[in-house]
């Protein structure tokens, strides 16, 4: 049995690391698939920390994480992100965060994300439900917090939030239909720049739910965790229960009328377009 405070320890340290690194000033901005997909000296070196801490806590347990991209050939690993939200974090925008969850038994079994600059840590286990905790550059502050999700059933009462993928000048199949379509419909649609906080953010109870594709599994693991222990629902575009490696993510507050009008609205904007890069 991992832990989970050797988990959320393991976080901080590299959440330290990363706002150190903010403060005296990143040097090295890099592309990655695209001019748009960015990587930064302080991606690569929270996630050495990430992965050095991790193996601390078990050695055994393999290390997947976005930045050295080897995929284990176990069924347990670390899937982690040293940070989600690289253009808000290389531009001194909030919400960025560092994700980390693990994955064992074709679930994943527990979930940290640690919000910055806030310093807020969101953490989930499987059973134990979903928290939430302040920290200040010395430690926790006060008691943490029993996550919910809020009880919005109906689309034009819900405040939605969704991300666009790297792709989207150069196809038409890239979020901006169903954010049309959903605009239109929902009390309002958000772009925060953080899968990993999104998530966070539906399970807190702020957003009724969110959608996107083209996503990979260290952007959302942890959140997809983090929504089920608070109450809520995630499944893929079909509406099938989400899966490590599923085509796009739909996390609501598990309200039915309100999570099957997200699944319809889906596939109405997608029947739409003119061709399409997800067969869904």
Known sequence: MIAIEAVKQAAWEAGALTLEMRRQGLHKIQDKSSTIDLVTEADLA???????????????????GEESNERPGGSRFWVVDPIDGTT????????????????????VQLGVTLELPARRLYWAARDQGAHVQEFDSHGPVGEAARLQVNRVDTLNQALLTTGFPYHRAEHSDNNLT???????????????????????HVAAGIFAAYWEAWLKPWDVAPGVLMVQEAGGTVTDYRGAPWQLGSVGIV????????????IEGIQAARANLPSKLLDV
């Open 178 to 200: 169903e954010f049309a379509w959903f605009f239109a419909r929902a009390q309002g649609v958000r772009c925060m720049g953080s899968a990993a906080m999104d998530l966070a």
């Open 46 to 64: 929270a996630e050495q920390s990430l992965r050095r801490a991790l193996a601390q806590i078990d050695p055994e347990i393999e290390f997947w």
């Open 251 to 262: 996390a609501s507050n598990g309200q039915p009328a309100l999570h099957a009008a997200l």
């Open 88 to 107: 808000n974090f290389a531009n001194g925008l909030a919400p960025y965060a560092i994700n980390i969850a693990l994955y064992e038994a074709d679930q």
